[in-house]
């Protein structure tokens, strides 16, 4: 007998809650049929993805819906919180982009509120499942390379995008860009390690991109680059290296997990995970056989095309692990803590940025 397929709402369609629309259309187990945005554009694009779909200018009218079963979160991160207030009232398995809120507080509330919540609530930390990041990740976790000690993330990228509205450009819309962006970092940082952070330190600026650009709300306030360093509860380290002006890299983003066995590379978009074991003792260190090719294995991962332009493939797989734990009745995987945390750390750096101090973890309590 057919399944009937889940009926999803997409609320934003802008470049997130396209992409969204795109992986919704490969999975045969779901229908996208209502989308909701006031930017007619948006509505205009996302219809050429899923034109049978019903729209909404209004976000009120799409709320009056009473036959979703899934909605997706993808509009500006300012505006989670009160779209997502809304929905909870009504019910729906609820997947909610990154960041989960702007602000220390509004995450606080929303977890309390996601926290019991009876039907599905995922934060969209799509990181996780990017292909190599996932199998270095298992890796990691299989112990191979020991207990880890040291964790470092590198992302060397882009400016960010335009977005509708420019609302990307200031740091009361996003957060911050190490809340904005670095979220999914600082979460794969605590999924990493499996610890919670206990103190950051970051240095940090807007220095080269944007400087020329003004808008009706001034200049734009968000940093393009910040070194951050986080001490955790386990003893492990973790760094994450952010440039935004530095298109021209190799790889966009490194991870390296350094553990007392050996170490494990992840790199994107080469989508290549590679592992190197330590030698049992010192003597060949010695002779200046600093690497051993017995000891130091890649592999390169391949991505389905139809998935690979959703963040390398992190967009599909977030998508069937959601669609998933929907089917099973499983908690999610990642849980509207992780989101708080994620953005409680973000928010940490920035604070440390601007007061040029470490910040502990436990004074976010206070905020
Ligand atoms: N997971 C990822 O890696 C990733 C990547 C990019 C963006 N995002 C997140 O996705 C979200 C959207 O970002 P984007 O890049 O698509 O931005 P965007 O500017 O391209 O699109 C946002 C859309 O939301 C619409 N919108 C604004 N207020 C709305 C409201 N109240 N109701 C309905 N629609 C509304 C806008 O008109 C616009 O079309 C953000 O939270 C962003 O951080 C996540």
């Given at each position: ?7 999803y709402g997409?609320?934003g369609?802008?470049?997130m809650?396209?992409?969204?629309l ?6 045969p187990e ?8 006031p ?5 205009e694009?996302?219809l050429k993805i899923?034109p049978g779909?019903?729209?909404?200018a ?8 009473d036959d979703?079963?899934?909605v ?7 505006t989670?919180?009160d779209?997502?207030t ?20 509004d995450?606080?509330?929303?977890h ?9 609530a ?5 990181y ?6 996932a ?6 976790d299989?112990g191979?390379i020991g ?7 590198r ?8 977005k ?7 740091n ?11 979220c999914h970092f600082?979460?794969?940082?605590r ?5 919670e ?6 240095s940090?600026?807007i220095?080269?991109?944007?400087l ?5 709300e001034g ?9 951050v360093?986080?001490?955790?509860e386990?003893?492990?380290r973790?760094?994450l290296?952010?440039c ?5 890299s ?12 050996g ?9 290549s995970?590679t ?14 056989a ?16 139809d998935i690979?332009?959703g963040?390398g ?18 908690r999610?995987?990642v849980s509207?803590?992780?989101g708080l945390?994620?953005?409680l ?5 920035e604070?440390?940025?601007r007061q ?10 206070d905020?």
């Open positions: 007998m057919p399944v009937t397929p889940l009926r997409i609320v369609t802008g470049l809650g396209r992409e969204h795109r992986i919704l259309s490969l999975i779901v229908e996208a049929v209502a989308i909701c945005d930017h007619s554009a948006s509505i694009e996302a899923t779909a019903d729209t909404y209004d976000f009120s009218d799409f709320l009056n819906r979703l079963d899934v997706v979160v993808a509009t500006p991160n300012h989670h919180a779209i997502v809304a929905l909870v009232q009504k019910g729906p398995h609820l997947l909610i982009e990154k960041p989960m809120a702007t602000t220390i507080q995450a606080k509330t929303l309390s509120l996601l926290s019991d919540y009876q039907s599905l995922w934060i969209g930390m799509e996780r499942y990017a292909p190599p990041v199998q270095a990740i298992e890796r990691s299989s191979e207990t880890l000690r040291m964790l470092s993330i992302e060397h990228r882009y400016p960010f995008l335009p509708i509205d420019d609302w990307n450009r200031f009361k819309n996003t957060g911050g860009t190490l809340v904005e962006k670095c600082f979460d794969l940082m999924h990493i390690l499996k610890s952070p206990t103190q950051i330190f970051a940090g600026a220095d080269v991109n944007h020329n650009e003004t808008y009706d200049k734009p306030d968000i940093i393009d680059n910040a070194l360093i986080v001490d955790f386990s003893g492990a973790a760094s290296d952010l935004m002006f530095a298109e021209q190799t790889d966009q983003t490194e991870i390296h997990f350094v553990g007392d066995a170490k494990i590379e992840c790199r994107q978009p080469a989508n995970v592992i190197g074991l330590r030698h049992e003792g010192w003597e060949n260190w010695a002779v200046g600093f690497r051993d090719s017995e000891r130091l294995r890649t592999d390169y991962i391949d991505i389905a095309t690979s332009h963040h493939g992190a967009t599909f797989h977030e998508h069937q692990a959601f669609l998933t734990a929907i089917q099973q009745s499983q999610p995987s509207s803590l992780d945390m994620a953005v750390m973000g928010a940490a750096a604070i440390s940025i040029n101090r470490v910040v502990h973890m436990s004074e976010l309590t905020y």
